[in-house]
């Protein structure tokens, strides 16, 4: 089955920690997103990336990092610097930078 | 003011209504339309992808754009409980509007 797997689906971290969230992809698609959803306020983007080692800010890009060197896989890591970051993140796939987007089920992250 | 406002609700109808969202836009260079449909704690799945002015009918589900008013609106027929979902329009287009842009998502709930 052709997909975005997210894992893992709930995440727990202490204040101080970074973490990293996976997102993996077998659709053979060139770009893919990074989204954090808070309640009430849709989807913003983090980071995307359009080819393998290479990638751009997107509206909320503090506080994160990202990494592509594979084009299947494309890991956003939370770091401490992120003041509030319990949301919920989603990763996307598109077969160009502007085709359609294709979504992962998510990962629910809370800082305790 | 946001470049795409939609009611986030709640809108809770019975069974068997005929369920009207809506968004409207304000960056003209959008010319892309997509709706989107997310169950709790899931990831957004794509319902419905339109270009040009007009209706598209897919089922239960017509999407409909007016350019011209800058307003989009997705119908739903016969509505069934398992149509309860949060839906989110989305948009991109070419120059200013080249990032998909999302709504901040309509919750209905259908009432059996």
């Known amino acids: 089955d052709g997909g975005i797997t997210q894992s893992p689906k709930y995440l727990f971290r202490k204040e101080g920690q970074n973490v990293t969230l996976s997102c993996e992809q077998n659709?053979?698609?060139?770009?893919m997103y990074w989204y954090r959803q808070d309640p009430g306020q849709g989807l913003r983007l983090i980071y995307y990336?359009?080819?393998?080692?290479?990638?751009q800010k997107g509206d909320i890009a503090e506080g994160y990092s990202v990494s592509r060197e594979k084009k299947e896989s494309f890991p956003l890591t939370v770091t401490s610097a992120q003041k509030n970051p319990t949301a919920f993140y989603l990763c996307?796939?598109?077969?160009?930078?502007?085709?359609?987007?294709?979504f992962g089920p998510g990962t629910r992250l809370t800082v305790l | 003011q946001k470049e795409v406002e939609q009611d986030p609700g709640p809108l809770s109808v019975p069974e068997g209504a005929i369920v009207s969202l809506n968004c409207t836009y304000s960056?003209?260079?959008?010319?892309?339309f997509m709706w989107y449909r997310q169950y709790s704690r899931k990831g957004p799945e794509l319902l419905m992808y339109?270009?040009?002015?007009g209706n598209k009918e897919d089922g239960r589900f017509t999407a409909q754009v007016d350019k011209s008013s800058k307003y989009i609106s997705l119908f739903i027929r016969d509505s069934q409980p398992s149509d309860s979902a949060t839906y989110l329009c989305?948009?991109?287009?070419?120059?200013?509007?080249?990032?998909?842009?999302f709504g901040s998502g309509t919750q209905l709930t259908v009432l059996p």
């Open positions: 996307a796939s598109s077969s160009t930078g502007t085709d359609t987007q294709y």
């Open positions: 659709l053979n698609h060139d770009a």
């Open positions: 990336s359009q080819i393998v080692n290479d990638f």
């Open positions: 960056n003209s260079a959008f010319q892309y």
């Open positions: 339109t270009y040009s002015s």
């Open positions: 989305a948009m991109w287009g070419s120059g200013s509007a080249r990032q998909l842009t």
